[in-house]
């Protein structure tokens, strides 16, 4: 079948819904936004409309530069962790048997369901002192004494991770299952150990859907704000969670949305970088 | 603000709230008004229920008003929805009860219809600070209910129950502490200044507040939980995980006659005092109706039902009440309160959240 280049303006008819739901659902919005960050607060009250750099000056400051490089910290290594992980138990995953795979990818999905609320309420519950995991380990002996693992940066990570994690898998699956079985077999024949196989020439191979991965759970990441509030301590709330203060508690929406178009950008930036660097390694 | 006496609102039913909200400004009419009735915003959730069951029932009853209550978003996202619609000229409630931050900021932009006192002639019974007032004496608003934020302990940690807000300083307590995590709800300023400064006059000049924040953040070291959600603190100081902090002295009590091992106690310092006004919308156009309303809640016996069935605190005077002396211990107390510096919240917002952020975040 031969593709015709679109000649006349019906023959662009099926773009219309998603172009429209597109402009009502983020440019529309996220032009108010950008309008409102520029807007006049009045304190003690709401705000008015003008065009005023107060926001954002009050953004560049020691303090929120300290906040926006934690959260961008965190959405990196919740990243990478979940790639770390999520590479070699696909890999093992897409090697297994049919009925094993399913279990496993319908297992992973129901955490779909989850809300954010639940995962960080049975998180918090798991590392309590009173009815946490190290109850466990108290009675197995291996702990003296129960203690909290929460509030504390681990906690956060390894619930965020937990959240992003199925993600991660749904993503790498397709890739792995169509990699040809008979690349890490030559490897095998030429005497690579089964480590050395997957180092060398797995991961290679999927250079990009691993990249993919890391820019998806990083900005998937980058928007949490309820997890390191319920399992964090205030030096781990990331900068979603001041923004929510700001615009819930404090009426300022101004200065609310200058945050939120500042951390849009900056993801932007990052995301562009890592995808000018893949590049670049490619074109090598 | 409050997320108000219910210990199972979640972040959902807040959303699901504020969506309900959002849906009743876009459609408006589709509430076609009977001959008489008003829609009256409360808190969703525990507050709404216990309105719907055990108030609004009987003032139907005895004025032939229809009330149509409306379940309130916590925080200011109400504060931002009756505003934008009042500019619409739309009210998704005529009547709402309001913080007093969320009253001051609405005076800022006239949002509060003035009320008359002379159609209120209960009003005589609130004590003096429950009447909102505009700069220029106008009413913006009548007490509706009061509440108090108070020390509480777990029992089985805490076998004696501390006396004192110092408690929160004291080093035994490190790691064992939960407090609100906002400036503007925890008002643990007042408290500082209270305690430690002489009074919340201490708080009038920004050395007066510096000084305070400074003394605050030497009880970091004790807070393992700042906390904006309750569910999440109640649940801790039930279970004992989290044994100690500030809490809402009604939910408090309600869980310790349910069987928990949790006790508020009223520090000698005070407890914090709270409140909620009703506050009439200048979009409404059931002004009438709302006087009516608003005279009906301040009567003595109506706000001793509250303080009975809701466990609020009354707004009008001890003496006018027929409570006896054991309820009027169950929800309010002889101490002379501490009264939150609302003003501040409003003329000096930003410059408090700021400090206040920098304060346990950094």
């Given at each position: 079948m031969r593709r015709e280049p679109p000649?006349?303006?019906?023959?662009?008819g099926p773009l219309f819904f998603p172009a429209g739901m597109l402009t009502v659902f983020f440019v529309v919005p996220f032009a108010t936004m950008i309008a409102v960050s520029f807007f006049q607060r009045q304190q003690g009250g709401f705000y008015t409309p003008a065009f005023v750099f107060d926001n954002y000056a009050r953004f560049l400051s020691l303090f929120f530069g300290k906040v926006l490089g934690f959260s961008l910290f965190l959405a990196v290594a919740v990243a990478v962790a979940c790639v770390v992980i999520g590479i070699p138990f696909t890999y093992l995953l897409s090697r297994s048997a049919r009925k094993i795979q399913i279990v496993w990818l319908v297992a992973l999905l129901s955490?779909?369901?989850?809300?954010e609320v639940m995962i960080g309420f049975a998180w918090s519950t798991l590392f309590s002192r009173t009815a946490g995991i190290t109850n466990l380990f108290v009675w197995l002996g291996l702990m003296a004494q129960a203690q909290a693992l929460t509030p504390s940066f681990g906690a956060v990570m390894t619930a965020m991770t937990y959240q992003a994690f199925p993600y991660t898998v749904l993503v790498l699956y397709p890739a792995l299952v169509r990699l040809d079985p008979t690349l890490t077999e030559a490897a095998r024949t030429l005497g690579a150990s089964p480590v050395k196989a997957f180092l060398t020439v797995v991961v290679p191979a999927l250079r990009n859907t691993i990249l993919a991965t890391l820019i998806m759970v990083f900005i998937f990441a980058l928007g949490s704000y309820l997890l390191p509030q319920l399992l964090g301590r205030p030096q781990h709330w990331t900068l979603s969670v001041l923004i929510t203060d700001q615009a819930i508690?404090?009426?300022?929406m101004p200065f609310a949305a200058a945050m939120a178009v500042f951390l849009v950008l900056v993801s932007l930036a990052l995301v562009g970088l890592a995808l000018y660097a893949g590049q670049q390694r490619q074109a090598k | 603000m409050r997320d108000i006496l219910n210990a199972k609102l979640g972040r959902r039913s807040v959303l699901g709230a504020g969506l309900a909200g959002a849906s009743m400004l876009a459609m408006p009419s589709v509430l076609r008004a009977q001959d008489k009735s008003l829609k009256v915003g409360v808190y969703g959730g525990f507050f709404k229920d216990s309105f719907d069951k055990n108030i609004f029932p009987d003032f139907t009853k005895a004025t032939g008003i229809a009330i149509e209550s409306v379940a309130e978003p916590t925080g200011e996202a109400w504060l931002v929805q009756l505003e934008q619609a009042a500019k619409a000229?739309?009210?998704?409630?005529?009547?709402s009860m309001m913080s007093q931050v969320a009253m001051l900021k609405g005076q800022s932009t006239n949002l509060w219809a003035p009320l008359d006192l002379g159609k209120i002639p209960n009003s005589k019974n609130l004590i003096e600070r429950f009447v909102n007032k505009y700069p220029d004496g106008k009413v913006a608003g009548i007490g509706a209910v009061s509440w108090y934020i108070t020390l509480v302990t777990n029992t089985q940690v805490y076998k004696e129950a501390p006396t004192s807000w110092a408690a929160l300083w004291d080093?035994?307590?490190?790691?064992k502490l939960g407090l609100l995590a906002l400036v503007s709800n925890s008002f643990l300023l007042e408290v500082t200044a209270k305690t430690f400064?002489?009074?919340?006059?201490?708080?009038?000049?920004e050395e007066g507040i510096v000084k305070a924040l400074e003394k605050l953040s030497e009880v970091k070291p004790n807070v393992r939980l700042w906390y904006r959600d309750e569910a999440q603190f109640e649940q801790a100081l039930k279970s004992g995980e989290i044994p100690m902090g500030q809490y809402y002295h009604d939910v408090t009590g309600l869980a310790a006659s349910q069987g928990s091992p949790v006790r508020s106690t009223f520090p000698k310092e005070g407890g914090i005092q709270d409140s909620g006004c009703w506050a009439l919308s200048r979009a409404s156009k059931k002004t009438e109706e709302a006087h009516t309303f608003i005279n009906y809640m301040c009567q003595p016996a109506i706000q001793a039902t509250l303080s009975r069935k809701v466990g609020t605190s009354p707004t009008v005077k001890r003496d006018l009440l027929d409570l006896t002396a054991e309820e009027f211990a169950s929800v309010s107390s002889d101490i002379d309160p501490i009264i939150p510096r609302y003003d501040l919240y409003q003329t000096k917002s930003d410059f408090l959240n700021q400090k206040w952020t920098e304060m346990i975040a950094g």
């Open positions: 000649q006349r303006l019906a023959h662009y955490i779909l369901s989850l809300s508690y404090q009426s300022n | 000229g739309a009210a998704p409630a005529d009547i080093k035994a307590n490190a790691d400064m002489g009074g919340t006059k201490a708080l009038d000049t």
